[in-house]
């Protein structure tokens, strides 16, 4: 049985001891987190340049100029970087380029 | 040829011939079917980090797939007269289109750039579909693209 009188305490010793390392592990991981990823997009035979180029404007904004210079990039070195952002961001810019069926993966820089 | 989309108004005018019609209706089931096409892997060499991305993300590309098929069918069936595609009907046919060429291309082992000037590939009703969609996607894209802004560098 507890008594109230015990209470008190034992309530407080392990809100101390789970409070402060999980502040620490916290820290740590938003760190690693809000860390850069790249959102890298692969070469592959079947899209096409011109489709490409217009998915890259209308997710990332780029202008034509721009979206073009990354497609070229994707195609004569297999591989282009088109966003930097944070891990859950660089993610969900991979999730909208494989929504258009584009070949896209995250990595750190 | 006239072209099939044309930006207009409020989006991009869509006008199918009756035969095109009934080659886009084979898009929905080249789709559901040719899973393995399409990419759905975020990390390069990490298998564990794929499996949770997958779970969180499963569920809503199977949901945003579906709801693209459905605005391609429900646009479909009205394009022999000509319809209005809103921005976003018009990026669901976008995505459905380019996800059906991936199909196409892996049935036909496609693994080189060089696929639409290989005038060695064996004619195959895979391969002309491949090209007619090849012309339906730059259609698409020329009209969405006189929409986009093009920003100052």
């Known amino acids: 049985m507890l008594s109230s009188a015990k209470q008190p305490s034992t309530a407080n010793v392990p809100i101390i001891m789970a409070t402060a390392p999980q502040e620490t592990i916290d820290v740590e991981s938003d760190v690693r987190t809000d860390r850069a990823w790249n959102v890298v997009v692969w070469d592959d035979p079947v899209n096409l340049m011109s ?33 930097s952002a944070p891990r859950e961001r660089a993610e969900m810019d991979c999730y909208r380029l494989h929504r258009y069926g584009l070949w896209a993966t995250i990595e750190r820089p | 040829m006239t072209e099939v989309f044309r930006p207009e108004a409020g989006g991009v005018r869509m006008e199918l011939s009756t035969w095109q019609v009934e080659l886009l209706a084979a898009i929905p089931a080249l789709v559901e079917n040719g899973g393995e096409a399409l990419p759905a892997d975020a990390y390069a060499d990490d298998p564990l980090a794929n499996s949770e991305y997958r779970r969180y993300m499963a569920d809503e590309a199977e949901q945003a797939d579906s709801g693209d098929m459905a605005i391609v069918m429900t646009t479909l069936s009205a394009a022999l007269d000509g319809v209005v595609l809103d921005a976003e009907e018009a990026e669901a046919w976008l995505r459905s289109v380019g996800k059906a060429r991936l199909v196409l291309g892996n049935r036909l082992g496609v693994t080189s750039n060089a696929w639409e000037a290989d005038d060695t590939m064996e004619e195959t009703p895979e391969l002309a579909l491949l090209h007619y969609l090849s012309w339906i996607q730059n259609s698409l894209v020329d009209a969405l693209s006189d929409l986009l802004p093009d920003p100052v560098e």
Do not use: C, N, P, Q
């Open chain 1, 51 to 83: 489709y490409v180029v217009f998915v890259f404007r209308k997710l990332f904004g780029y202008s034509e100029a721009e979206a073009t210079k990354l497609m070229l990039e994707v195609h004569h070195d297999g591989k282009s970087i088109v966003a």
